[in-house]
């Protein structure tokens, strides 16, 4: 089952996006760009970063904010998973981002393989009541798949691993929407910092590279603008 190919219909990505399609993409990679813009996510521009850099293009996955926007973003991070070949027991996210990401996450990978994945997600401040702790949701334990948005700094990869091997469970991967595939502090991306420090991988929607591909001349400014950009910061 799959709605991923309606759209979100906030903006016009025709005038972004190419009717010529590189082989290499895959078809939900393709959708999902194509609904990012749709849905004003993916956006293109000058946007300041934490990090002090001026990006000429801006992924916020908060812009996935109704129900009907949430249930399609499950539907791409569960053929992600899927296509990587990774079979985990549980589904992990953090607070507060991941709670609604492994939420429809799990929907969706139900729905898509027909397989009941169990989720669990954790509190910031542990309950001393009631249930206690700071998990909500099934047991943590076996191979576990970290789900989240992007990874910027790796702090909270680095808490959830953390949690993960707490319970005995065993994290293997990282799922998360986009790669920038930019350098972090030490010539290497947070990303790879997280496979360096933990060798697990991270599994992403798309890349940089596949919104570049996905752009047309036709985009003339933003095209250019990018691609400077990843010169000066791409890994």
């Known amino acids: 089952m799959s709605f991923i190919n309606e759209p979100c219909s906030n903006t016009n990505s025709e005038i972004y996006v190419s009717t010529i399609l590189t082989i290499i993409m895959l078809d939900y990679q393709k959708d999902f760009i194509a609904y990012s813009l749709d849905c004003g ?7 300041l970063l934490k990090s002090g850099r001026t990006s000429p293009y801006f992924f916020n996955t908060g812009m996935f904010n109704t129900g009907a926007r949430l249930s399609k973003l499950g539907q791409f991070y569960a053929q992600a998973l899927l296509h990587s070949g990774i079979k985990p027991d549980i589904l992990y996210g953090p607070a507060y981002k991941g709670i609604p990401l492994v939420s429809a ?9 027909a397989e009941d994945i169990p ?31 992007v990874i910027t ?22 799922l998360i929407a986009l790669d920038r595939q930019e ?6 991306s947070a990303i790879q910092e997280v496979r360096d420090s933990f060798n697990i991988p991270v599994i992403a929607i798309i890349t940089l590279e596949n919104i570049i591909d996905y752009l047309t001349t036709g985009a003339g400014d933003a095209l250019n603008s990018i691609k400077k950009y990843q010169h000066l910061y791409g890994i």
């Open 183 to 188: 350098r972090g502090q030490n010539n290497i």
């Open 105 to 113: 996450t799990a929907i969706a990978y139900a729905q898509l393989s």
């Open 41 to 47: 996510v993916l956006k293109f521009g000058e946007f």
């Open 153 to 174: 700094a790796g702090t909270s990869v680095r808490e959830s691993v953390d949690i993960i091997r707490n319970a005995n469970a065993t994290p293997v991967g990282v």
């Open 119 to 149: 989720f669990v997600f954790n509190r910031k401040e542990a309950k001393d009541h009631g249930e206690g702790g700071n998990l909500v949701g099934a047991s943590l334990q076996g191979k576990v798949i970290i789900v989240d948005d």
